[in-house]
């Protein structure tokens, strides 16, 4: 499976979790924005970051940067939503505590979805 297709896999099972709770979802057109997917809970918008997240080493991680390793700046997500396919497991990474990383190891300190 290619890395864009499983991209795009990770993107649907996010975007079915956040239907599943009520959610309105909006994908921004052409692939220029900076997010996935426009998350709308009925009173405010989020701008969400999807990615995969990897095991490295017996340890779940998740890459923080856009393709090239260029970084988020602020305004351009609102948070990270990591998933791993084979649980499903989601992660959500508010941008502020992204910092200056460029991978996250993933716990339960992150289990907010």
């Not at 993107?11 to 921004?28: D, K, S």
């Not at 998740?62 to 992660?91: C, H, M, Q, S």
Request: charged residues 25%; hydrophobic residues 35%; aromatic residues 12%.
């Amino acid at each position: 499976m290619s890395t864009t297709t499983r991209g795009l896999a990770a993107e649907l099972l996010v975007a079915a979790h956040y239907q599943e709770h009520g959610c309105v979802l909006h994908w921004p057109h052409g692939g220029q924005a900076p997010y996935d997917i426009l998350v709308y809970t009925g009173v405010k918008f989020y701008k969400i970051q999807i990615k995969r997240v990897y095991r490295k080493k017996g340890r779940l991680v998740v890459n923080l940067t856009r393709p090239r390793d260029k970084r988020y700046a602020r305004g351009d997500i609102d948070f990270i939503v990591a998933i791993y396919p084979p649980t499903n497991e989601l992660w959500q990474i508010p941008f502020s505590a992204i910092g200056k990383r460029t991978r996250l190891s993933l716990g339960e300190k992150w289990k907010e979805v």
